[in-house]
């Protein structure tokens, strides 16, 4: 049964169609997780204000808040969903909608967080927000990113795996993926399939050392992120014919070993680097993202705690 009994769906003020409820409302029908349905607000004109007093102010504020609450309400039941789940909403009046969302996961403890994408009508691909990256980014729960598409049963999960690393802080946060990559499968009545991207020949290797055998040295690593691969799959009990062990980049082999088996879903861990090192090494998991035609969940490490707590 999926550990995510708290949902926080993050409601998008500018549409009737409501993907990141969608998807809350089924994952609720399969688990019986509660849902609060978070919009947040702020009217920019509320800053032309100032000759109105601090009551008529508030008044106005106030008025927006119970209209968009009426709408909210509309919305939710336009769904028809299940007498039997618990449903809350909430309307915040903030101008940084990434920050209300996170503040309201820490207050809540909410246990997943789940957020509709933009699709790029031209260019048929996804786009991603300004808050979607810092919701990736500083969230302390896990983010799901959802599209439009549904998740039929027997669907293919794909779990993103850093088989060969020697680092503690990656193979915990592997540990973790399996987990939840296990937790979310049983409740979708879904497949997992691994992935792990292994790096080619370093070129400059290649052409500085006459005596060096590429193809050799391209076979061992192989072999090597294979049978770790193997290994991490048989300790988590998974079917060792789902696994996929490719050469590349974990940005283009991810996304395609996805398109390949049809996923309905990618997990993968993000270390939610920010400041001035996200601007210079960059996160692996970020290039991933935005990649994917699909629906992507992403995973902090254990320990994790968001720079707005």
């Given at each position: 049964?999926?550990?995510?009994?708290?949902?926080?769906?993050?409601?998008?003020?500018?549409?009737?169609?409501?993907?990141s409820?969608?998807?809350?409302?089924?994952i609720?029908?399969?688990?019986?997780?509660?849902?609060?349905?978070?919009?947040?607000?702020?009217?920019f004109?509320?800053?032309m204000t100032?000759?109105?007093?601090v009551?008529?102010?508030?008044?106005?504020?106030q008025?927006?808040v119970e209209?968009r609450?009426?709408?909210?309400?509309s919305?939710?039941?336009?769904?028809?969903?299940?007498?039997?789940?618990?449903?809350?909403?909430?309307?915040v009046?903030h101008?940084r909608?990434?920050?209300?969302?996170?503040?309201?996961?820490?207050?809540?403890?909410?246990?997943?967080?789940?957020k509709?994408?933009?699709?790029?009508?031209?260019?048929?691909?996804?786009?991603f927000?300004?808050?979607?990256?810092?919701?990736?980014?500083?969230?302390p729960?896990?983010v799901?990113?959802?599209?439009e598409?549904?998740w039929p049963?027997?669907g293919?999960?794909?779990?993103?795996?850093?088989?060969?690393?020697?680092?503690d802080?990656?193979?915990a946060?592997?540990?973790k993926?399996?987990?939840i990559s296990?937790?979310v499968a049983?409740?979708?009545?879904?497949?997992?399939?691994?992935?792990?991207?292994?790096?080619g020949?370093?070129?400059?290797?290649?052409?500085e050392?006459?005596?060096?055998?590429?193809?050799?040295?391209?076979?061992?690593?192989?072999d090597?992120h294979?049978?770790?691969?193997?290994?991490?799959a048989?300790?988590h009990?998974?079917?060792?014919?789902n696994?996929?062990?490719?050469?590349?980049?974990?940005?283009?082999?991810i996304p395609?070993?996805?398109k390949?088996?049809?996923?309905?879903?990618v997990?993968?861990g993000?270390?939610?680097?920010?400041?001035?090192?996200?601007?210079?090494i960059?996160?692996t998991?970020e290039?991933v993202?935005?990649?994917?035609?699909?629906?992507?969940?992403?995973?902090?490490?254990?320990?994790?705690?968001?720079p707005?707590?």
């Amino acid at each position: 049964m999926m550990k995510y009994q708290k949902l926080l769906a993050v409601i998008d003020p500018a549409t009737e169609q409501q993907k990141s409820l969608k998807r809350a409302l089924h994952i609720a029908g399969k688990s019986g997780a509660s849902i609060t349905a978070l919009l947040t607000i702020y009217d920019f004109s509320y800053e032309m204000t100032t000759m109105l007093s601090v009551t008529e102010r508030e008044a106005m504020r106030q008025s927006v808040v119970e209209d968009r609450t009426q709408w909210l309400e509309s919305v939710i039941a336009s769904y028809q969903p299940d007498p039997s789940l618990s449903i809350d909403i909430k309307v915040v009046w903030h101008n940084r909608p990434f920050e209300s969302i996170i503040h309201e996961v820490i207050q809540g403890t909410y246990d997943l967080v789940v957020k509709g994408t933009h699709e790029h009508s031209v260019l048929k691909a996804v786009v991603f927000t300004p808050t979607d990256w810092h919701l990736i980014r500083k969230c302390p729960c896990p983010v799901l990113l959802v599209k439009e598409q549904d998740w039929p049963e027997k669907g293919n999960i794909l779990c993103a795996i850093s088989a060969g690393t020697e680092d503690d802080e990656h193979r915990a946060l592997n540990d973790k993926l399996a987990s939840i990559s296990k937790s979310v499968a049983s409740t979708l009545n879904a497949n997992v399939h691994l992935v792990n991207a292994y790096p080619g020949t370093p070129v400059n290797i290649a052409i500085e050392i006459p005596e060096f055998d590429p193809q050799n040295y391209n076979e061992t690593v192989r072999d090597y992120h294979k049978q770790s691969l193997r290994e991490f799959a048989e300790k988590h009990q998974f079917d060792l014919s789902n696994n996929h062990v490719n050469e590349g980049l974990p940005e283009s082999v991810i996304p395609m070993v996805a398109k390949d088996i049809n996923a309905e879903l990618v997990i993968i861990g993000t270390v939610g680097r920010t400041g001035i090192s996200a601007a210079l090494i960059g996160n692996t998991a970020e290039h991933v993202i935005d990649s994917l035609d699909c629906d992507v969940l992403t995973v902090k490490p254990e320990g994790f705690e968001s720079p707005l707590k």
